[in-house]
């Protein structure tokens, strides 16, 4: 079943994101993870097969996998297990949503790199710095990095997260959460780098979200580890000094870079070649990691 977008009106509507519809049941959230995909910031018309499934299978697995280093929001994705009030949705529901936890989300983007792509590469090149941490000089792109680093960045409503520093993070969150999450989201990556790598997978960078729960700690939230949130290469395939091969949406972006379109809305008409080749490699991180 496709769903590109929820609609249940006797459920309130918190936020609707790129991704996910988030539903407000009291003291806690219903995220249901949608078809939809994003590329450029901007939300294409036509759905991704089974993509929600993907992207809520890979964060259970993680949220069990990594419960011993941060607890996390999750309560159940058993629909069965979900309030009176969600049961009439439970068919769309099943397999694409997660009951979770409310908290009060950190105003941060909490990124950890272990290898040099994307925006890292372009500010490496200019300045041999990423987030104004100072790299060793020589390096490629995608080259590895010495030690994993954590380069926070904002939230965006609309647009483009925008990478800071940990000085602004700090004047932001705090000194005492910043270190805390700092320390949270590296031992997260550094477990499931050394995990991927034994199914053949690099985990180039990734990007957690954590929130405040009801007894003032720190907890993670969101999704977790998934290709929407990660770069995620194939080992076997790894060589610095070019783009790797990923396991997220670089199909799709790949296809709009061939077009004459300004990457703003509306944004052009998708082949389902595409759509079901992003699914296959969305399908594929799935089979890799999780088995």
């Not at 790199?113 to 041999?128: L, P, T």
């Not at 409503?157 to 705090?174: K, L, P, V």
């Not at 703003?264 to 759509?275: D, F, K, M, N």
Request: proline share 5%; glycine share 6%.
């Amino acid at each position: 079943m496709l769903l590109y977008q929820s609609n249940f009106p006797t459920l309130t509507l918190f936020r609707r994101g790129k991704v996910r519809d988030v539903y407000d049941l009291g003291d806690k959230l219903l995220m249901v993870a949608s078809d939809r995909i994003s590329a450029f910031d901007v939300i294409m018309a036509e759905p991704v097969p089974d993509k929600g499934e993907l992207l809520t299978a890979i964060s259970l697995f993680w949220f069990e996998r990594t419960r011993d280093l941060v607890r996390n929001h999750l309560i159940t994705a058993d629909v069965e297990k979900y309030p009176e009030e969600c049961q009439a949705y439970r068919d769309i529901l099943r397999g694409r949503s997660m009951l979770v936890e409310k908290t009060q989300p950190l105003p941060i983007e909490c990124v950890v790199r272990g290898y040099i792509a994307g925006s890292a590469w372009k500010e490496y090149q200019q300045s041999e710095t990423i987030c104004g941490i100072k790299i060793p000089s020589g390096l490629q792109e995608s080259s590895r990095l010495q030690e994993p680093i954590f380069t926070p960045a904002t939230k965006a409503e609309e647009g483009h997260d925008e990478n800071i520093s940990f000085e602004q993070a700090a004047n932001i969150i705090g000194a005492e959460q910043a270190m805390t999450v700092r320390i949270l989201s590296i031992n997260l990556y550094k477990t499931a780098a050394l995990y991927a790598l034994q199914r053949g997978i690099l985990l180039a960078d990734t990007k957690f979200e954590f929130g405040i729960d009801s007894h003032g700690q720190i907890i993670l939230i969101d999704e977790a580890l998934t290709p929407d949130s990660s770069r995620f290469w194939l080992k076997e395939e790894w060589q610095p000094g070019k783009a790797q091969m990923n396991f997220d949406k670089q199909v799709l972006r790949d296809y709009l870079e061939t077009l004459d379109w300004n990457k703003q809305y509306p944004p052009p008409t998708l082949p389902q070649e595409v759509l079901n080749n992003t699914a296959a490699k969305y399908k594929e991180a799935l089979m890799r990691l999780v088995g």
